[in-house]
């Protein structure tokens, strides 16, 4: 019913950016916090950014001052800059939303399948 897709991945050089999108589609009433996780080779999946609502943003320590993360409510869609890159940051990153359907008045939490961003030279 909600489906969350991600894109923008690839192979970029250390240093180099990336920009990352996510566009849910579906029933959808309202979308709460948005957010990327990333899952790196042998290790968790962590947090990368989340946005609520409003606009607050957080970030991982790891990426502070690098990413940014931004919204748009009306194309339902997340958004990643990735600047500064760095072979650490190689992992599949997922999105994520709490989403208010019209099915249901409750919060449900959707993932995307992920898209894979390899820095290296």
């Known amino acids: 019913q909600v489906q969350l897709v991600e894109s923008g991945g690839g192979l970029v050089q250390p240093g180099g950016s990336l920009r990352l999108s996510c566009a849910a589609s579906g029933s959808i009433f309202t979308i709460n916090a948005m957010g990327w996780y990333r899952q790196a080779p042998e290790k968790q999946r962590e947090l990368v950014a989340l946005i609520a609502s409003a606009g607050s943003t957080t970030y991982a320590d790891s990426v502070k001052g690098r990413f940014t993360i931004s919204r748009d409510n009306a194309k339902n869609t997340v958004y990643l800059q990735m600047n500064s890159l760095k072979p650490e940051d190689t992992a599949v990153y997922y999105c994520?939303?709490?989403?208010?359907?019209?099915?249901?008045?409750?919060?449900?939490?959707?993932w995307g399948k992920g898209t894979l961003v390899t820095v290296s030279s």
């Open positions: 994520s939303m709490d989403v208010v359907p019209f099915a249901a008045p409750a919060i449900m939490d959707y």
